[in-house]
């Protein structure tokens, strides 16, 4: 079973400041680096790397890594259309799977990723995401089935793959993380993360 993954790493960190959130760092490395490693360490298929703002800042961190990096070029549309150009460049590839993963949860690990494909084969479902806390919602990071991917193609905006988790509810598998509402949008976040980690 091939297995891509899809690494969003183009946003701007508008609300921190246009500080490149993807360049912070846990445990001495990059986040960008924390996950493409973690990504590269499943052995499942292509993994690729969509950049947008910041390029030249972040590509640097990833000298060395063999993924495969995608600019965006409408990053400033949101994440919808990271998705699309992702997808767009896994379309000739025997692809059966793919996850979407996000720069800014600093706690996603290569076992964290493969607990959501371990629980695919488990239970034979579309789509695995991971449950934030006890009452959260359900999101990212999520494995789909290829067959998912037009859709994604006609998501716009900012909306991701939260928008299918909830739409094929009745496709869908689940795995607790509830690590995953520390995300690092904004200084106070970043604060709050420094200080309890």
Same mark, same amino acid.
């Given at each position: 079973?091939? +297995?891509?993954?899809?690494?969003?790493?183009?946003?701007?960190?508008?609300?921190?400041?246009?500080?490149?959130?993807?360049?912070?760092? $846990?445990?001495?490395?990059?986040?960008?680096?924390?996950?493409?490693?973690?990504?590269?360490?499943?052995?499942?298929?292509?993994?690729?790397?969509?950049?947008?703002?910041? =390029?030249?800042?972040?590509?640097?961190?990833?000298?060395?890594?063999?993924?495969?990096?995608?600019?965006?070029?409408?990053? $400033?549309?949101?994440?919808?259309?990271?998705?699309?150009?992702?997808?767009?460049?896994?379309?000739?590839?025997?692809?059966?799977?793919?996850?979407?993963?996000?720069?800014? =949860?600093?706690?996603?690990? &290569? !076992?964290?990723?493969?607990?959501?494909?371990?629980?695919?084969?488990?239970?034979?479902?579309? +789509?695995? &995401?991971?449950?934030?806390?006890?009452?959260? $919602?359900?999101?990212?990071?999520?494995?789909?089935?290829?067959?998912?991917?037009?859709?994604?193609?006609?998501?716009?905006?900012?909306?991701?793959?939260?928008?299918?988790?909830?739409?094929?509810?009745?496709?869908?598998?689940? +795995?607790?993380?509830?690590?995953?509402?520390?995300?690092?949008?904004?200084?106070? !976040?970043?604060?709050?993360?420094?200080?309890?980690?």
């Amino acid at each position: 079973m091939s +297995i891509a993954t899809i690494i969003l790493a183009a946003g701007a960190s508008t609300r921190l400041g246009g500080q490149p959130k993807q360049l912070l760092t $846990h445990n001495g490395t990059t986040l960008i680096r924390q996950i493409s490693d973690a990504a590269l360490s499943l052995q499942t298929g292509p993994v690729i790397v969509i950049l947008g703002a910041n =390029q030249n800042q972040i590509q640097p961190e990833l000298i060395g890594l063999p993924v495969r990096i995608v600019q965006n070029p409408t990053w $400033h549309e949101g994440i919808a259309s990271s998705l699309r150009v992702g997808l767009n460049t896994l379309a000739d590839e025997p692809v059966d799977f793919f996850l979407v993963v996000l720069t800014d =949860q600093p706690y996603v690990t &290569a !076992d964290l990723l493969q607990q959501l494909i371990s629980t695919q084969q488990q239970t034979g479902r579309g +789509i695995v &995401a991971c449950r934030y806390g006890e009452a959260g $919602h359900l999101g990212v990071p999520a494995l789909f089935d290829i067959r998912y991917a037009p859709e994604f193609m006609n998501l716009l905006g900012d909306i991701g793959a939260r928008k299918l988790i909830k739409q094929y509810a009745g496709d869908c598998a689940e +795995i607790p993380f509830p690590l995953a509402d520390i995300d690092l949008d904004t200084a106070q !976040d970043v604060a709050t993360w420094r200080a309890n980690s």
